[in-house]
């Protein structure tokens, strides 16, 4: 059975709308060209590119997003960055909180000065984009999640117009503080989607109780199901099956959990 097409007026939570925004989030990776191909493909007749250059220290090289348009959806995506690298300053604690969305709570730096960088030229293309109440989506794998579940935030604390419909993220690192975490719930319940792939390893970074999740967590297991809940005992089962799977490199299970691609293995097996 094919997959189902991109629905443009899909409004609530579905497999195949998080499949859709999956696709979204793995095209942040590709270029200009590629993504303007995609979006004409998929119903969208409106493309703009945002990126931002930065200079050592920064652990990042760039930050890069894209936000598609049509008549009846505007979705922005942004991208998501290697394992090791996200790995590697995610662990280093010597970085300075960054205040959160309206000043509330707090994130980790990286993740703080990564939106600073890009998020006014986002919200200008929203306000630009958004001119017959398309709905709005944003997601993100990896990095990208992060900085999707705080551009969601900071629009919903800021620019209430500009609010997103929903936010759908894959691989997420733990992004802010508690407070922080408390507000976006209240903002967007039943309209965060935080996907996890088994034993991924970048959401279990930075560590708690500094950093923490916000909801909704849609849980991937070992054999590809797609769970609204599961116990943590079983959870904790079930990751164990997975790193016990391949007996030749379990070690690289979590690296491998991670990649995009198994995310969207998962999520077309689970509509198909």
């Known amino acids: 059975m094919p997959v189902p ?12 709308h998080a499949y ?23 119903g969208f007749g ?38 090791q690298q996200i790995r590697d300053w995610l662990s280093d604690s010597t970085t300075p909180p960054w205040p959160g969305p309206a000043r509330t709570g707090y994130v980790h730096y990286g993740f703080g000065q990564a ?42 604390l800021e620019e209430p117009r500009l609010r997103a419909d929903g936010i759908y993220t894959f691989g997420q690192p733990r992004t802010c503080d508690r407070l922080l975490a408390a507000a976006h719930n209240k903002g967007f319940k039943k309209s965060m989607y935080r996907f996890v792939n088994n034993n991924d390893i970048v959401p279990l970074m930075p560590p708690e109780p500094a950093f923490t999740h916000v909801d909704t967590l849609r849980y991937i297991d070992s054999s590809g199901a797609v769970h609204e809940s599961m116990p943590l005992l ?3 089962t079930d990751r164990l099956k997975g790193a016990t799977a391949d007996v030749f490199a379990p070690a690289s299970d979590g690296v491998r959990d991670h990649l995009m691609k198994n995310y969207l293995a998962a999520l077309e097996k689970n509509i198909r």
Not at 5 to 16: G, K, R, V
Not at 20 to 38: F, K, M
Not at 132 to 147: D, E, I, K, M
Request: glycine content about 6%; overall charge negative; aromatic content about 12%.
């Open 115 to 156: 939106l600073e960088s890009v998020f006014p030229a986002v919200k200008e293309t929203l306000a630009e984009f958004r001119t017959n109440g398309q709905t709005v989506w944003f997601t993100g794998h990896s990095l990208g999640g992060a900085l999707a579940m705080l551009a969601g935030c900071r629009m919903y």
């Open 20 to 42: 859709w925004l999956a696709r979204a989030a793995a095209l942040a990776y590709e270029d200009e060209a590629a993504i303007e191909q995609e979006a004409k493909r998929w």
């Open 234 to 236: 079983g959870r904790m």
């Open 46 to 83: 409106r493309v703009r590119h945002h990126l931002t250059r930065f200079t050592p220290p920064f652990p990042l090289e760039d930050t890069q997003a894209y936000t598609l348009a049509s008549d009846h959806m505007i979705i922005t995506a942004f991208r998501g960055t290697e394992p």
């Open 5 to 16: 097409a991109l629905d443009h007026h899909a409004t609530e939570y579905s497999l195949q």
